[in-house]
């Protein structure tokens, strides 16, 4: 049902929201998009970070921070949402990865519909980049594709926030565990071919394991 897609999707709004500010809150050693597109060096200090418990690989410029924090999810349910960031102390760029697991209570929902609310969550998180204008919105999806990964179905998305934030974004569900991997950047650079250079490859380098 549409009402309950809108509460899921508020629902993992909130994850996304409490899991992005307390990585960056707990990063020692901050890195952007933009940072690594604008260091030479930052090509040979990509490594591959692998995730046991989250059972994902990403290849990354430096070293993840990584956050458990519970979060209500659905009737009540409490679930530990895991978010690993290496961002910027300003959330307008930054490369992010959480993982989490959907309550028993959405097993019968079909994948499309639950990717649906993934998708319409992530875009009403990334409100929080808008400048403190009054009214918010969320974020525009201005792009979106089917993929898959493996056995995992999910969606590549670009949203825009006005004239303040550009993101880029794989989201994906396997089983009842869901993926965000996220390149959030300013809006400026969209056009910047090395910094979408340095997203894509931090996109396409996640791997279900």
């Avoid at 508020?10 to 809150?25: D, E, M, T, Y």
């Avoid at 591959?48 to 430096?62: E, H, L, M, N, W």
């Avoid at 201005?142 to 990964?149: A, D, G, P, Y």
Wanted: with cysteine; net charge neutral; hydrophobic share 40%.
């Amino acid at each position: 049902m549409i009402v309950e897609r809108e509460m899921l999707a508020k629902i993992l709004a909130s994850i996304f929201i409490v899991s992005l500010f307390v990585g960056l809150v707990a990063c020692g050693d901050p890195t952007s998009v933009a940072a690594v597109a604008q260091n030479p060096s930052s090509s040979s200090n990509w490594q591959d970070y692998k995730s046991a418990t989250g059972r994902f690989t990403v290849t990354i410029p430096g070293t993840f921070n990584e956050v458990v924090a519970p979060s209500k999810m659905g009737s009540g349910t409490v679930a530990d949402v895991h978010s690993f960031n290496l961002a910027t102390t300003d959330v307008t760029n930054g490369f992010t990865v959480n993982y989490f697991d959907l309550p028993a209570e959405y097993a019968s929902a079909p994948s499309a519909k639950l990717l649906d609310s993934l998708r319409d969550g992530l875009a009403t998180s990334l409100q929080i980049q808008q400048p403190n204008q009054g009214a918010v919105t969320s974020s525009k999806v201005t792009s979106e594709k089917q993929i898959t990964l493996g056995s995992a179905t999910g969606r590549e998305l670009e949203m825009e926030n006005g004239t303040s934030t550009y993101a880029r974004a794989k989201i994906f569900l396997q089983g009842m565990r869901a993926y965000h991997v996220v390149a959030i950047m300013q809006a400026k650079d969209k056009g910047n071919a090395t910094i979408q250079g340095y997203a894509q490859r931090f996109l396409d380098s996640f791997v279900i394991n």
